[in-house]
C-alpha cells in the first residue's frame, strides 16, 4: 500500500482559495475515516475536518463555513476545500487515514495510523 501524498498547498492571500488533495495508491479511502490536521510552527498537530465512511464530516469550529472535506471514491482522493483564507490558517496541512476501517472513536491523533508528509499553506495578510 502506498503513502499518503498530499498537493495543492501554496503562498496565498488572505481571502483566497486552496484546494488540498490527498491520495495513496493501493489504499481504499471509502472504509475509513479519513481526515486532515494541520501544524503551526511552534504549535501541536490540530484536527481540521474528519470523513467517516458513510460520508459523514466534521469540521473544527475555527474553520467551520469556510472549509469543506470530501473525497471521491472512484479516485481514491480526499480533498479539503479552503475559502476565505485567513493568516491564521498557515500551517503545514496533512491527511490522514484511520487505523481500523469501519471503526470511529474520536479524532485525536494517536487514532490516525497513517500519515502523508505535509503540504505547506501560507496565506498572507
Known amino acids: 500500500q502506498g503513502q499518503l501524498v498530499e498537493s495543492g498547498g501554496g503562498l496565498v492571500q488572505a481571502g483566497d482559495s486552496l484546494r488540498l488533495s490527498c491520495t495513496a495508491p493501493g489504499r481504499t479511502f471509502s472504509d475509513y475515516v479519513m481526515g486532515w490536521f494541520r501544524q503551526a510552527p511552534g504549535k501541536e498537530r490540530e484536527f481540521v475536518a474528519g470523513?467517516?465512511?458513510?460520508?459523514?464530516?466534521d469540521i473544527e469550529n475555527s474553520v467551520k463555513g469556510r472549509f469543506t472535506i470530501s473525497r471521491d471514491n472512484a479516485n481514491n482522493t480526499l480533498y479539503l476545500q479552503m475559502n476565505n483564507l485567513k493568516p491564521t490558517d498557515t500551517a503545514v496541512y496533512y491527511c490522514a487515514q484511520y487505523r481500523v476501517a469501519h471503526y470511529f472513536g474520536s479524532y485525536i491523533t494517536a487514532e490516525f495510523g497513517f500519515w502523508g508528509q505535509g503540504t505547506q499553506v501560507t496565506v498572507s495578510a
Open positions: 470523513i467517516k465512511w458513510t460520508d459523514e464530516t
